[in-house]
C-alpha cells in the first residue's frame, strides 16, 4: 500500500503564495509520476500539476501554468506545489496522487482514474 499525506494548505490573501507538501509511505511507492488534483464543492477534481518521478518531466493545467511549480524530492519521497499569485479561484481541497504506469502524452495525467493512491487533502482558501 501507498501512503501519502498532504499538508501546507491553509488562508493566504489574494496574490500570496503557498506551498504543499505530499509526504509519501508504502511498499507499493514505486511512482512513474505524482499528481496535484483539487475539488470544490458540487464539482468534479480537477487536474493541476503533474510530474514524473524520474525524469522531471513536468505538466500544468492552463488555469494555472505559469503561477504553480511542480517538484519532488526523491530521496526523501516528498512531492511539492509551490503557488504563486494565488486567486480567490484557486480555493479548493488539494489532492496529491500516485500514477503508477508510464504516459508520455499530456491527456494521460488529466483523469483521476488514471492515478491509484490519493491523500487525504488539504485545504487551500484563497481570500479577496
Known amino acids: 500500500q501507498v501512503q501519502l499525506v498532504e499538508s501546507g494548505g491553509g488562508l493566504v490573501q489574494a496574490g500570496g503564495s503557498l506551498r504543499l507538501s505530499c509526504a509519501a509511505s508504502g511498499r507499493s511507492f514505486r511512482p512513474y509520476a505524482m499528481g496535484w488534483f483539487r475539488q470544490v464543492p458540487g464539482k468534479e477534481r480537477e487536474f493541476v500539476a503533474a510530474g514524473t518521478w524520474s525524469g522531471g518531466i513536468t505538466y500544468y493545467a492552463d488555469s494555472v501554468k505559469g503561477r504553480f511549480t511542480i517538484s519532488r524530492d526523491n530521496t526523501n519521497n516528498a512531492v511539492y506545489l509551490q503557488m504563486n499569485s494565488l486567486k480567490p479561484e484557486d480555493t479548493a481541497v488539494y489532492y496529491c496522487?500516485?500514477?503508477?504506469?508510464?504516459?508520455?502524452?499530456?491527456?494521460?495525467?488529466?483523469?483521476?482514474?488514471?492515478?491509484?493512491?490519493w491523500g487525504q487533502g488539504t485545504q487551500v482558501t484563497v481570500s479577496s
Open positions: 496522487a500516485q500514477r503508477s504506469t508510464s504516459a508520455s502524452a499530456y491527456r494521460w495525467y488529466l483523469g483521476r482514474i488514471n492515478y491509484d493512491y
